[in-house]
């Protein structure tokens, strides 16, 4: 098995290089794999349907306890050949629908990559290998719906899905984990014999919903179901294969594989039966308001897709019986419809209704096998489709105290079924040609009317002959669900019974609707159901996800607001509430009692160093200030120099110089710095700036408070001279002891001269390209040059810019030679 | 001595952050300069005070006998400073060159990478299929 699913992979991997190779024939070759996948379910078959289902284990991630384990038995094998089965024919249907397309190597990679993962997930028994192929098939649905990723409405179809049937998965994921917690195991194949212990475990209301939230999404049961005909955007044998006949199912699946551990209960039947029916009804009705032959289909899906939920639901052995058999009756109608549907747009360019009619001569062959699809999805016999239906109506008859709301729905639901089949399978061919296609009707290649052929022809065939089906596979199947083997048998004619009599009654109707559809598809109560029922969920899904961006930009707006004082206050803000919440609340922190020696000329110092900083805040003159600077700057200078700090104090002099150079020449030709600023800015920012300066303050008393740990710099003296050959310690550490943080540094300064100097050598820049449409300049315009560059209008101050290019680049490597021969030269 | 000198320092953060505070980019550049002292003076008070005794180790002598001020924070403060210088430099081309294109010193009209008027993603018509 593991082989099986692998090779898809493979097959997914290798798909572009058959596509270059062959362009024809890429569909057939690639099908060979499906194909011999198939090939080898059928011969499990008889395995598993007598001696019981099969177990595989291989390891994976023996770290985690995580093997690959792989379970087969009758629900696991019906799937499987359903994946592998279509599967084949999508592909080979794909290899025809996309042959001009130049991504048809993309869509096989997507494609193939999806069937591993569904035969992944249908297969799987281990619980987290299960949620992986889960998830892989959310993925590559999304990718295969978004495939025309061009256009719009593909890529809203494409987040639809994936943002409902992931949110979905996670709840599922949640579910299991919650299931192994009661269980104690993650295989499927060892919790289905635990139903009681789950049932009774407090946990278990909590699984059952959040295994239905899984299972609902994926499945597309109200109020999810808009999701699905949405997906309708992907290209056509992507809605053929999992839009109706495969992943859509996943949902059901899990839920029939849950349905020994989780089913039984009063909460389990209630929930399934009312979401289920109420889906079917609905949907059943509001395929009918659209004359897109792929929106019908969409619609007729999730309606199938209910049906089998309620099935579930009421989950007697007659209605397993009917949910196995009406999942392999869909598969085969759906799939041929769909394939159906796709020739018609392939080979005339619409699949509208109200521009088809009259193929029959053009597309002979698609017709036969789109008709006997269509007559088995409305349940006309001798089809397949005639046995679901009688087989579901019987389920229907004995479900106990539900019985009559569950029949009447589900025959409201088939007669609306039994006209969408007609309109599907019949309307377009029958009749007069309605107007001019955009290409001449000509029928299909064989690669295209392969598939619906051979559904179609395999819906007539088990429905004259169900034995070839109903006690192996099927059989096998609901004992799969049920964990008890029955009997089940299924025959065209049951004599005259209630389901028989409850099938003319859905033909009356249903023929009634085909008969009616034209008015009713355009009435007002049709228009008003759907859009209540249909457009509402879609469209306030969407609304949710605008508002949700929306709020999100308000929130980011509010505190990223362009302005980049804000960003500084926020931070100052922040620092002032956590660093000073973090020191009030610390009860043990204690206080330098005694201030030691003051020597006067060093409090003088130090009062220069403030008053200076002070002047240059209240300066009003760009030259007073850098004064004020400068005197600042040299005071922390001396007190360097009078604490043991002659290496600090000599380039803090340089440095201090080198700045008061640089500063006098780059601000003569820049404005003033003065500037009104209103007198509540002013206070508040400087409130904010104190509150952050008397933190700093608090720290740093609080430190100081604690004993110094001198033994890195001791080890540093220790080891200056013997190790490094330096009487120089500060030197040492630079140059040796942390060399590569000095290296570090110089490269700092080398990047920043570098900029400097590409700065100062940019002389003229596309204006509207740096700043858009968003430059301010009331001061001075801007003089717009006939070659689109701009210059400031000042024009001196460009020239200006090259001259002090060649003055201010100079200083700079001056500046970082300063630091490291300094260092080295003593050590 | 190292309790005045936090105050020094945490007055220099103070005057610094106002001036990080203002419009004028000018007043910008002249925090910066403020805060790398503030910077440098904290370490260095952190590191405890010793009087005129470097750390340079005697002549023919192998190790420092008696007190000596620490080294440490020394090493990290000269770095520091020529760390400052760099980044005073760069910024203050940044603002002049800034000037040149904009004519402008003003902080709060240097909006152009984030403009307030968003490209809104939301505001195309939202089609639904059918």
Known sequence: MLLAVLSVFAAAAVAPLVVRLSRKAAGWILATVPLGAFVFFIRQAGHVTH??????????????????????????LLFALLVTGIGTLIVVYAGGYLKHSDELGRFYVQLLSFMGAMLGLVLADNAIVFFIFFEL???????????????????????????????????????????????????????????????????????????????FTKSAQFPFHFWLPAAMAGPTPVSAYLHSATMVKAGVFILARMHPVLGGTELWTTTLVAFGGFTMLMTAWLALRYTD??????????????????????????????????????????????????????????????????????????????????????????????????????AALHAGGWSTLILGASVLANAALVASGLLVGLKPFIGEIKGAFTREPHEAPLSMYLGPCVLGGLGLAIGLYPAFVDHSLLQSAQAGILQEPHELHLALWHGVNPALIASLITFAIGFAIYYGWERLQKSAVMGGFGRALGDAPGDGFERLLYELGRSSHTITRAFQTGQFRRYLLLIFTGTIVMVGGALLFEANLSWPSELGEVRYYEAALAGLVVLSALAAVRANDRFVAILALSIGGYSVALLYLLFGAPDLAMTQFSVETLTLILLVIVLIHLPNIDGYEPITSRVRDAVVAVGVGAIVTTVAFAALSFPLDRSVSEFMMQNSYTEAQGSNIVNVILVDFRGLDTMGEIIVLTMAALGVFVLMRMRRIRLPEILGTRLHSDDEPIRVDGDGETVPAGAEAGGAADQNGAEVHPDEPAGAEEAAPDDQSTS | MELILAVVSGTLFAASFYLLLRRNLLRFVIGIIILGNAVNLLIFTMGRLTREVPPVIPYGQKVIEGAYANPLPQALILTAIVISF????????????????????????????EPEQDVDLHTQKKRLPA
């Open chain 1, 137 to 215: 098939t959310s993925l590559t649905s999304y990718l295969l719906i978004g495939f025309y990723h061009n256009e719009e409405d593909s890529r809203q179809a494409a987040r639809k899905a994936l943002v409902v049937t992931g949110a979905g998965g996670l709840a599922l994921m949640a579910g299991l984990i919650l299931l192994y917690q009661v269980t104690g195991t993650w295989e499927f194949s060892e919790m289905l014999a635990m139903g009681d212990t789950v049932v009774q475990s407090p946990l278990y209301v909590g699984i059952f919903i959040l295994v239905c939230a899984g299972a």
């Open chain 1, 293 to 394: 032959l792929k929106q019908i289909l969409a619609y007729t899906t999730t309606m199938v897709l209910g049906l089998l939920t309620m099935l579930l639901g009421v989950g007697t052995e007659e209605a397993i019986a009917a949910m196995v058999t009406f999942t392999l009756v869909h598969a085969l109608y759906k799939g041929a419809l769909f394939m159906l549907a796709g020739n018609i747009d392939h080979e005339t360019g619409t699949r509208d209704l109200k521009e088809l009619g009259g193929l029959r001569s053009a597309m002979p062959i698609t017709m036969i096998g789109g008709l006997a699809a269509a007559l088995s999805m409305s349940g006309i016999p001798p089809f397949f489709g005639f046995i679901g239906k009688e087989i579901t109506y019987e």
């Open chain 2, 86 to 113: 760099g980044l005073l430099a760069f910024t203050l081309v940044l603002v002049y060159r800034n000037y040149t294109v904009s004519r402008t010193i003003d902080a709060d009209r240097l909006t152009a990478s």
């Open chain 1, 51 to 76: 001696d019981g289902p099969l177990r595989e284990s291989t390891p994976w991630f023996p770290a985690y306890d995580l093997p690959l384990t792989f379970y087969l038995d009758g629900l696991s």
